[in-house]
């Protein structure tokens, strides 16, 4: 059984950069075919899908947020992470990280508990 | 980008009621729709993918239908269980999107 756990700050101040990891237990992330994303969620609203990553690097970031994201993975740590910069207010939200299926065209069947992130001076 | 519009927002329903909830996308996207369900404080669960099949471990009660732009959630015989949030997401074309969430309640 596939499991994905968030970590990382959980208080960010204006301007500076959320940080988040997502650690993957019960199978590895270079065994492809699964791509992994981060989503997240506006505290009372709905989902906003943030970007993809392959255990090869290949990634594709929402253009809205483009300019300021990077995700990133860690094959040896079975890890991938969320790195948004320049955060704002708005920034604040649940983050999720969540494996698809298979390709990016499948839904999302496993995802982590989420971690709330508060942007807050 | 690919609008869903979900209808309706919000739904209070008596048990053992059928649910019946409508994602429309704003382009053709095939069959690559899927569902999800939300509980409040929980991370959210996939239900159906390309809109009809159902995802391991899911009651019978759920079902889904529709292709190209329109799209439908049932819900047969409501439980109390079933009272969440739930949601479509398109995973047909880049950036992929979500609709912005049906909530249904339990009377």
Known sequence: QVQLQESGPGLVKPSETLSLTCTVSGGSISSGPYYWGWIRQHPGKGLEWIGYI????????????????????????????????????????VYYCARYCSTTRCPFDYWGQGTLVTVSS | EIVLTQSPDFQS??????????CRASQSIGSNLHWYQQKP?????????????????????????????DFTLTINSLEAEDAATYYCHQSSSLPQTFGGGTKVEIK
Do not use: M, W
């Not at chain 2, 329903?13 to 409508?22: A, D, L």
């Open chain 2, 13 to 22: 329903v008596t048990p053992k009621e059928k649910v019946t909830i409508t």
């Open chain 1, 54 to 93: 392959y255990y090869s690097g290949n990634t594709y970031y929402n253009p809205s947020l483009q300019s300021r994201v990077t995700i990133s993975v860690d094959t040896s740590k079975n890890q991938f992470s969320l790195r948004l910069s320049s955060v704002t207010a708005a920034d604040t939200a």
């Open chain 2, 41 to 69: 404080d929980q991370s959210p669960k996939l239900l159906i993918k390309f809109a009809s099949q159902s995802f391991s471990g899911v009651p019978s009660r759920f079902s889904g239908s529709g292709s190209g732009t």
